[in-house]
């Protein structure tokens, strides 16, 4: 009804513009980027020294729901087994109990502080988004915004900004990423540029805003 209804459809990512296709709306759609603010997405400095991290931080973060595969991405790891390395998940509910269980390579965590979520992308070494499906995977910017590296099913905004990160379609494909991650490989500043040119709010107002001039010069 929402597709039908509308006047206009915002569409970001290549499945966005997929969906509008197969429910015959492809005629309504825009873009329309998905975009972070800078005050409510930047983290700082000391997630690893709280937690005795001393090796390398792997994160995934957003919850423990069906659609993130927490517990598959856990058991991924510990199969690849990266050197020096511990993951990390961070949720704020399991009441669907799916958080990973807790090992030396594993730890689990729920955080309702969304300043500790932010301060724990700023210091992990790589961002892992092993979700099935995402509207487009905010913290993919997230993480490009406080310049940290980015590994990701081949998704959503992932498939979007391949250039700026690793996309794998396998857990083969993402067991290859940990056991070769390097971080000097990652172009991170390249990265940082892209969000903060292309990916903030005022670009999602300003395209918004675009879409309505446009259909007044119609």
């Known amino acids: 009804s929402g597709l039908r209804d509308c006047q206009w459809i915002g569409c970001s990512t290549p499945q966005d513009w997929k969906h509008c296709e197969k429910h015959g709306a492809a005629y309504k759609a825009v873009t329309v980027r998905h ?3 800078w005050q409510d997405c930047m983290g700082t400095p000391g997630f690893k020294a709280k937690h005795g991290i001393t090796g390398r931080m792997f994160l995934s973060c957003g919850g423990y729901w069906p659609n993130k595969a ?4 856990a058991r991924t790891f510990e199969i690849a087994n990266p050197r020096d390395s511990v993951l990390v998940t961070t949720g704020y509910d399991n009441r669907m109990d799916l958080m990973p269980e807790e090992s030396s390579l594993v730890k689990p965590m729920l955080l309702e502080d969304r300043q500790e979520v932010l301060s724990a992308i ?25 310049q940290t590296p980015w590994i990701a099913r081949n998704i959503a905004g ?4 391949k ?15 940990l056991r ?8 991170i500043r390249a990265a940082y540029e892209h969000v903060t040119s292309n ?9 918004i805003e675009q879409v309505v001039i446009n259909q007044n010069k119609i």
């Open 35 to 37: 975009g972070i603010t």
């Open 70 to 73: 927490m517990r598959e991405l």
């Open 122 to 146: 700023h210091d992990a070494d790589c961002l892992i988004m092993h979700s099935y499906q995402e509207g487009f995977g905010l913290v993919l910017l997230e993480a490009m915004l406080n």
């Open 158 to 161: 992932a498939e979007l900004m």
């Open 163 to 177: 250039d700026h990160g690793r996309v794998y379609s396998s857990d083969a494909e993402l067991m290859m990423h």
């Open 180 to 187: 070769n991650f390097d971080r000097s490989r990652f172009d």
């Open 199 to 207: 990916h903030m709010i005022w670009n999602t107002v300003d395209d």
